[in-house]
């Protein structure tokens, strides 16, 4: 079954000193499962406006005892409010004995991460294929009943 829920960003207008061409606008996130472990792919900028719909996303994974991969490869931007969900993400897993990795973060998102003390949440161990995202202009999995498709604000 895909789902897909649409909301609209206030933090769009506070976009500073970029035009929206070279800075989408908004997020979309998708889980997947792959083996044991639920793949949750966030695609846009994950800042105060979408930060929350990722922490309902994961959290909702957690309460099911998954083991979590959360593929960043086509994230954007993040600021520290993005943080938040993942860093609760990695402790929750680590109380509750799952697992719990971030992949293919882009080398933007990868500074963030190593300017925190976040670097050690990384896996590079494994690539995940990028053609299986969802496609952002239609919000839509590319195949159907693969898992759920959440759009937080609206895309450039």
Do not use: K, Y
């Amino acid at each position: 079954m895909t789902t897909a829920t649409a909301v609209r960003s206030l933090s769009s207008a506070s976009t500073v000193s970029q035009s929206s061409a070279q800075r989408p606008q908004g997020l979309l996130i998708s889980t997947s499962r792959e083996g044991s472990s639920t793949v949750v792919r966030v695609q846009g900028e994950l800042d105060i406006a979408t930060a929350p719909c990722l922490r309902q996303v994961l959290r909702s994974c957690a309460d099911r005892r998954e083991d979590i991969t959360l593929d960043l490869r086509r994230l954007d931007f993040i600021d520290a409010s993005g943080l938040r969900p993942v860093v609760a993400a990695h402790r929750r897993a680590a109380r509750q004995g799952s697992t719990f990795a971030v992949r293919g973060p882009s080398a933007a998102v990868r500074r963030v991460l190593t300017l925190t003390r976040l670097e050690g949440l990384v896996d590079d161990s494994c690539d995940i294929a990028v053609d299986d995202q969802p496609d952002r202009s239609t919000g839509t999995a590319p195949t159907p009943g693969v898992g759920e498709v959440h759009m937080v604000g609206q895309a450039a």
